[in-house]
């Protein structure tokens, strides 16, 4: 049930070094707005109730999609429509691509950013796991410094990110693909607008017709989007035959740590990551060795 919002003090900076600024000053009552699609929703069922709102809207250059010899980077402003129709996300990050083009709602792909999807924190972000596949680094900037960390490094549990007061996503940077790479992005979901109760996103890259890297990325199984470790390693170095696919799906599914809630069943969950994982292989493999 939704109510009307309690009254909060708004900013509009035009600069990051002032967003941040502001951001630090008033700690864990204020909120960045990119795309707004969680905050207000979450404002609204009184779930969070900042008193100050920092709106990054107004802040040029956060909106590109931008390619080079190094990889592709993209703004915090950047809308996951804008990447769903890329066509370079589409031609060299298959994955990503995916990922975007199975979020349902188009208000919420047109409105919503990939890098506020991120910043939620949520397990079950479809971007988060396909990012996780293509080793994505993410650039925080702050209001005195500026790193740029792994994203495996982001996020610390449900609804937890790194992130101090006064710190800001500006762009998230992924690694030019090479040759013989490919990906593949699958979720089970109740209904086309629901949450995945399972999302799986992966990325291989074949040499002399053997897996020589692997990335496998789980999403609504843990507390955070989690890499299969185990599974990658029984991939790598493989010709990755029929057997060898399904051990790895196994062992993918022995690494989830799903819980059980209204949507789904721990066993179900644990289940369909093994199933999920194969197919998502099994495609990957065909794309790296087209």
């Given at each position: 049930?939704?109510?009307?919002?309690?009254?909060?003090?708004?900013?509009?900076?035009?600069?990051?070094?002032?967003?941040?600024?502001?951001?630090?000053?008033?700690?864990?009552?204020?909120?960045v707005?990119?795309?707004?699609?969680?905050?207000?929703a979450?404002?609204?069922?009184?779930l969070?109730?900042?008193?100050?709102?920092?709106?990054?809207?107004?802040?040029?250059g956060?909106?590109y999609?931008?390619s080079d010899e190094a990889g592709?980077?993209?703004?915090a402003?950047?809308?996951?429509?804008?990447?769903?129709?890329?066509?370079?996300?589409?031609?060299?990050?298959?994955?990503?691509?995916?990922?975007?083009?199975?979020?349902?709602?188009v208000?919420?792909?047109?409105m919503?950013?990939?890098v506020?999807?991120?910043?939620?924190?949520t397990?079950?972000?479809?971007?988060?796991?396909?990012?996780?596949?293509?080793?994505a680094?993410?650039?925080?900037?702050?209001?005195?410094?500026?790193?740029?960390?792994?994203?495996?490094?982001?996020?610390?549990?449900?609804?937890?990110?790194?992130l101090?007061?006064?710190?800001?996503?500006?762009?998230?940077?992924?690694?030019?693909?090479?040759?013989?790479?490919?990906?593949?992005?699958?979720?089970?979901?109740?209904?086309?607008?629901?949450?995945?109760k399972?999302?799986?996103?992966?990325?291989?890259?074949?040499t002399?017709?053997r897996?020589?890297?692997?990335?496998?990325?789980?999403?609504?199984v843990?507390?955070?989007?989690i890499?299969?470790?185990?599974?990658e390693?029984?991939?790598?170095?493989?010709?990755?035959?029929?057997?060898?696919?399904?051990?790895a799906?196994?062992?993918?599914?022995?690494?989830?740590?799903?819980i059980?809630?209204?949507?789904?069943?721990?066993?179900?969950?644990?289940?369909m990551?093994?199933?999920?994982?194969?197919r998502?292989?099994?495609?990957?493999?065909?794309?790296?060795?087209?």
């Amino acid at each position: 049930m939704t109510q009307p919002l309690k009254p909060f003090g708004y900013f509009e900076p035009t600069t990051i070094e002032e967003a941040a600024q502001i951001l630090s000053k008033y700690g864990t009552k204020a909120k960045v707005l990119a795309g707004g699609i969680d905050l207000v929703a979450r404002m609204r069922r009184r779930l969070i109730q900042p008193q100050y709102v920092v709106s990054i809207l107004n802040i040029p250059g956060l909106d590109y999609i931008q390619s080079d010899e190094a990889g592709l980077r993209f703004g915090a402003l950047t809308a996951i429509r804008s990447i769903e129709f890329s066509p370079i996300i589409e031609r060299d990050y298959a994955v990503l691509h995916e990922a975007a083009s199975q979020i349902a709602s188009v208000q919420v792909k047109t409105m919503g950013t990939a890098v506020g999807n991120l910043c939620v924190a949520t397990p079950a972000s479809d971007i988060a796991s396909a990012l996780y596949a293509l080793a994505a680094r993410l650039r925080i900037t702050g209001s005195a410094s500026e790193k740029i960390i792994p994203i495996e490094d982001f996020f610390v549990g449900v609804n937890k990110s790194v992130l101090e007061p006064g710190e800001i996503v500006t762009e998230v940077i992924l690694p030019s693909p090479t040759l013989q790479t490919g990906g593949a992005f699958f979720k089970l979901v109740r209904t086309a607008a629901d949450i995945a109760k399972v999302n799986v996103a992966v990325s291989l890259t074949v040499t002399d017709n053997r897996c020589g890297e692997a990335r496998i990325a789980l999403g609504s199984v843990a507390p955070t989007v989690i890499r299969a470790t185990h599974a990658e390693e029984a991939l790598k170095g493989s010709t990755l035959e029929p057997k060898v696919v399904e051990q790895a799906a196994q062992l993918a599914a022995q690494e989830a740590k799903p819980i059980a809630d209204l949507r789904s069943t721990v066993e179900y969950r644990r289940g369909m990551v093994r199933v999920l994982v194969r197919r998502a292989v099994e495609k990957a493999l065909t794309r790296a060795r087209a």
